[in-house]
């Protein structure tokens, strides 16, 4: 039976002592001081138990824990405010077994337990298993020193050591109060052991929790730092801060402007790059270059269309002389434009005429009828599909094509859009052009057009497209019949001299800084210039020669001469020069062997001497001015007909064996072909043959059969137009045209003579003059 001790008794409140210790404990209850001043009379041990509950201020025994430790006082300090501090020696575990409250405190008995050491292996496996989850604990909690577990790491005794280790932990008192009173020192090692594990899973979630938090902190750092770091280098790297400068100036513009999401992507990822590129790189110059082109193109920049047709009217008025039908054609396509526009209009405007003749006038007219940003761009002489649709960025020095070069500088997704000289598209091994252009004027397609530099799709369908060609014929079939076309002819004389006056003329004095006052034109000093100084379908010589006028007559301003300069039909040479076509053709002699014809070109109408004569030889024909195939056809045509009529024309039966026959067409270096020239051809070789003359006032049109026959031809109006200008008077043309007359302007008409005929019969009738 074991011993039975009293001791007095100090409750603790919110904290446990295990054996083993040494730990100032402060007392500030006057019954527990009395309890510690008791015992220091004695043998200075008393017995320490935790209260359960901190709150009670008097605790009585049922207050109590029941195991506690039995201590030694080593020390008392009076501390201020009446607190008793003691040192004590914590020795060891005790029981209360009685119980009684004294005058001044209370006394317990208690049984003492001392720890039973038994030397198995299996305490020994426990105690080190104990000790290493113990290191283990003090190496990651980083709570208390490394010193502490050397110490205790030399330990003999396990239950000591346990209790150590308990004191250390950082237990739920209950837990600690449990610890205390379980006395089986394996036990206890067991129960520290899975403490010790459930701490260490504690610390490690502890841990994870922790560094996650931490990473999330240290991203933004990280990211901060790296950004900064970046710096540096580029800088090292000569990268300067102007590079920065210019991707948030990029950035800026981006943000501001107004552009489709996948602009917007394609944007920012070449912006990545450029951010890494060394900014004096060639690489970042391309780049740089392609950004350029993405930000300024006008993906959702639209203009607001003028609607209003008498406004259109107005404009296509003061902007061009005469033109009416041309005009009145115009306004009744902007009129369907804008009733379809929303249903894909698949029309193009096509404006088809000879050079001059107003037709990129008249587009930019269009633009400004409706209020929209006009563009012109040139197809003359475009062989490469590149040059419409660009070339790819991997190519050197690579640039979007025409088309998008074109909508970069109107500056907006829907304006009028000249195509000029589609007729002069050429296919080359570099691809067809023109299937890129048809892509291009497609509706079906050009909604998503696809630069190959640009390599995002653009929106063309809003543009309008008008093209100009001086010959329908060189169109492409398919581009051809998409379009809206509108014919322009040549002026006559009387228009040109009109468009002067209203137009050329004073633009030209402007230009060259002339006021009204300070240059005057003479009598008939226009038609001189039409006449004398141009040649030509258009108007386009026609205002270069006013330019050189007003040029000439503001120098000699600067010069100190009175205003106002006067020019007149005498003095015009001393501003022009000489006249450069003196005489016309029709007032020149009659001659043997020579006929006039007429030619349309694509520069519009022009007279066609034909020249034929006879040489000894042996019945050649020689064809020479560069005459195409069917000409040279229609010349051996001709000369059949002739044979066939020897008798009538009172011609030997063999004069062809004995003879050769030569045709030359002058301006023998622009080539010539068509089967127009046929009659001509045949009355120069009938006047050769037979000696007669050709009137030199009469020009002639139409095809020549074997027979005779004469068939009709085309652009009788051009050559009629041609003709008068040369001062011809009576003009010969198959009876099939007599119909296409109408289309000739009035003054020329009334001017002239006109001859329809239907066999080469009536036209030798004409055309020869008789011997005498
Ligand atoms: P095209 O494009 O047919 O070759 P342009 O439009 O370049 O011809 O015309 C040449 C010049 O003649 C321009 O200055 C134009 O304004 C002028 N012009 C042509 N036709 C007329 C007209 N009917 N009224 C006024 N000016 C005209």
């Keep these: 039976m074991a011993e039975i001790r009293t001791l007095p008794l100090v409750p603790l409140r919110g904290m446990m002592v295990f054996p083993n210790m040494m730990i100032n404990v402060d007392i500030g209850r006057p019954r527990t001081a009395a309890a510690v001043e008791a015992a220091m009379i004695k043998d200075r041990q008393v017995f320490l138990v935790m209260q359960k509950d901190n709150d009670t201020e008097d605790p009585t025994r049922r207050d109590l824990y029941k195991v506690g430790a039995v201590v030694e006082v080593r020390q008392i300090f009076r501390l201020p405010g009446g607190i008793v501090r003691i040192l004590i020696d914590c020795l060891r575990r005790g029981t209360i077994k009685g119980y009684r409250e004294l005058e001044n ?83 206890r090692m067991e129960k520290i052991y899975s403490l ?63 552009y489709p999401e996948e602009v917007k992507k394609a944007l920012d990822k070449e912006l990545r790059h450029l951010d890494l590129m060394p900014s004096m790189s060639s690489e970042s110059a391309m780049v740089k270059m392609y950004v350029d082109w993405l930000i300024e193109l006008p993906w959702n920049i639209a203009t607001d269309d003028e609607t209003e047709i008498k406004h259109a009217e107005e404009i296509l008025e ?47 007219s269009v633009a400004r009828a409706i209020g929209r940003k006009f563009v012109r761009v040139s197809l003359g002489g475009v062989r490469d599909e590149a040059e419409i649709r660009g070339h790819r960025r991997t190519y050197i020095g690579a640039l979007p094509g025409r088309i998008i070069e074109g909508i970069k500088r109107a500056g907006s997704n829907n304006p009028v859009f000249l195509l000029d000289e589609v007729d002069k598209l050429s296919t080359s091994y570099q691809g067809d052009p023109s299937a890129a252009l048809l892509e291009v004027l497609d509706p079906a397609q050009n909604v998503s057009f696809r630069d190959h530099y640009i390599d995002l799709s653009f929106d063309l369908s809003k543009v309008l497209w008008i093209v100009t060609a001086n010959n329908l014929g060189n169109i492409p079939r398919p581009l051809r019949d998409r379009m809206e076309i509108i014919t322009l002819s040549s002026y006559t004389e009387v228009e040109k001299l009109e468009i002067a006056k209203r137009y050329l003329f004073p633009r030209q004095r402007e230009k060259n800084g002339l006021k009204m006052k300070s240059i005057r034109l003479g009598a008939g000093v ?149 089967p127009s020239a046929g009659i001509t051809m045949a009355t120069a070789l009938v006047s050769a043959l037979t000696k007669k003359k050709v009137r030199s006032d009469l020009a002639m049109t139409g095809e020549i059969t074997l027979r005779g026959n004469v068939l009709p031809i085309g652009g009788l109006k051009e050559k009629v137009i041609a003709a008068y200008r040369e001062g011809m008077k009576t003009i010969v043309l198959p009876k099939e045209n007599e119909r296409d007359i109408e289309d000739i302007p009035q003054v020329v008409r009334d001017k002239l003579e006109f001859v329809p005929v239907e066999h080469m019969d009536e036209v030798l009738k004409v055309a020869l003059l008789s011997d005498k």
């Design 105 to 187: 405190y209370a006394e317990v008995d208690i049984v003492e337990h001392y720890d039973k050491e038994t030397n198995s292996r299996e305490m020994e496996a426990l105690t080190r298993a104990m000790a290493h989850k113990f290191e283990e604990w003090v190496r990651r909690s980083q709570r208390i020193p490394p010193e502490t577990f050397v110490s205790i790491s030399v330990m003999e005794n396990s239950g000591r050591l346990a209790d150590i280790i308990a004191s250390h932990l950082n237990l739920q008192l209950e837990v600690k109060q449990d610890l205390l009173a379980t006395f089986s020192v394996k036990r």
């Design 196 to 258: 010790l594990v459930k701490e260490l899973e504690i610390l490690t979630i502890e841990q994870n929790i922790g560094s996650k938090l931490q990473q999330q902190v240290e991203k933004v750092q990280k990211d901060f730092y790296l950004r900064e770091q970046i710096k540096v280098i580029k800088k090292e790297l000569g990268d300067d801060e102007d590079k920065e400068e210019e991707l948030s100036e990029y950035r800026k513009k981006i943000a501001e402007g107004d």
């Design 526 to 674: 226009i038609e001189e210039i039409i006449t004398k100084y141009t040649k030509e379908a258009g108007v386009r010589e026609l205002e270069r020669e006013l330019g050189a006028l007003c040029r000439k007559a503001a120098r000699s301003i600067v010069e100190g001469k009175e205003i106002p300069i006067v020019i007149n039909k005498k003095n015009l040479v001393e501003f022009l020069e000489k006249p450069k076509y003196v005489k016309k053709r029709a007032e020149k002699e009659p001659q043997v062997g020579v006929a006039t014809g007429m030619a349309w070109t694509e520069v519009g109408g022009d007279i066609l001497p034909t020249e034929a004569s006879v040489l000894t030889g042996k019945g050649e024909l020689i064809l020479t001015g560069q005459l195409g195939d069917v000409m040279q056809e229609s010349a051996r045509a001709g000369l059949s007909y002739i044979r066939s009529r020897s008798k009538t024309l009172k011609l030997a039966d063999d004069f062809y064996k004995k003879h050769d026959l030569h045709i030359h067409l002058p301006e023998g270096a622009i080539p010539k072909d068509g």
């Design 318 to 364: 003061k902007d061009h002389y005469g033109l009416e039908k041309v005009k009145t054609r115009i306004l009744e396509f902007l009129a369907v434009h804008r009733l379809t526009k929303d249903k894909q209009s698949p029309t193009i405007l096509c404006l088809v005429g000879p050079p001059g003749v107003g037709k990129t006038s008249l587009a930019s």
